[in-house]
């Protein structure tokens, strides 16, 4: 094995390890899922494309040599995303659901399945691989473009409250040793889709470091007291006014009403000095 090589499977297995994390990251996601009992305002879409980027990347590696970590990691995303996607349908709402299924049956059943069958049926040999290399790094491109809808809603409701940050993290650190690993080899279906992911992952920490300091609105309550009610406590008695605090308390209700009566008679007397100034001023006109 050359020097290349013996790089090239450092940097496989660093991409193993830190891959091995991006997967494992959602779990706190799905934490709070299960503890909810709702799947809330997140999204299926970035677990169905990353199942759907797995099956691909088996499928290359099977048409490649010396591609043994390609198959280790991916089949465990592949386990590990299909987990996630069941527990999403599970506590999602219907709606969620049927679209989640739907995407499922357009990509999982229908996409791979039609993958499968032209590549086997129309190309030979490497042509087959280069083909189905293009294809990985297309919806590998995906991938990392999928989070870009969970951008979209921290930028409008101003929150990072539905991202997922870990995920982020770890995304940027395997789009390094993908990029890395795949130089190496000369392979640019695995080295070119890791520059993208590297440039999304690096916005999104930023929005994060952006958004997750903003302070919630405050909202302003106008409430209105009316009919107060005084809620006693049994177990507390209430100190004895004497006969001087009664009255005292009794003129100052008399002094604050005198006084409300007394302004808002003085507020009347003067609008209807400004009408009669108004109506003199018409007159001599």
């Known amino acids: 094995m050359t020097i290349s090589?013996?790089?090239?499977?450092?940097?496989?297995?660093?991409?193993?390890?830190?891959?091995?994390?991006?997967?494992?990251?959602?779990?706190?996601?799905?934490?709070?899922?299960?503890?909810?009992?709702?799947?809330?305002?997140?999204?299926?879409i970035p677990y169905v494309i990353a199942l759907f980027s797995c099956m691909l990347w088996i499928y290359y590696a099977f048409l490649k040599t010396n591609t043994t970590l390609l198959i280790t990691i991916n089949s465990f995303g592949m386990f590990i995303e299909t987990i996630y996607v069941g527990l999403y349908l599970y506590y999602a709402p219907k709606k969620a659901r049927v679209h989640t299924v739907k995407m499922l049956l357009l990509t999982v059943v229908g996409g791979f399945g039609a993958i499968i069958l032209v590549t086997q049926f129309l190309f030979k040999g490497a042509v087959r691989g280069q083909i189905v290399g293009w294809i990985c790094l297309i919806f590998s491109l995906c991938v990392f473009v999928a989070p870009l809808g969970i951008v979209r809603q921290v930028i409008k409701t101003k929150s990072v409250e539905y991202m997922p940050i870990l995920l982020s993290v770890f995304l940027t650190i395997s789009a390094v040793m993908w990029f890395f690993y795949g130089l190496l080899l000369k392979d640019i279906n695995i080295a070119a889709p890791n520059i993208l992911g590297f440039i999304f992952g690096i916005l999104q920490m930023i929005l994060y470091a952006i958004y997750r300091k903003k302070d919630k609105p405050i909202v302003n309550l106008n409430l209105e007291v009316q009919n107060p009610v005084i809620i006693l406590d049994d177990n507390k008695k209430i100190p004895e006014l004497t006969e001087?605090?009664?009255?005292?308390?009794?003129k100052l209700g008399k002094l604050v009403c005198s006084g409300k009566i007394q302004m808002a008679s003085t507020l009347n007397q003067n609008a209807a000095n400004e009408v009669k100034l108004t109506n003199l001023q018409t007159v001599e006109a």
């Open 5 to 44: 090589g013996h790089w090239a499977f450092a940097f496989g297995v660093l991409g193993n390890i830190v891959s091995f994390i991006v997967f494992l990251s959602p779990l706190p996601t799905f934490n709070k899922i299960y503890k909810k009992k709702s799947t809330e305002g997140y999204q299926s």
């Open 244 to 250: 001087e605090q009664i009255i005292d308390i009794v």
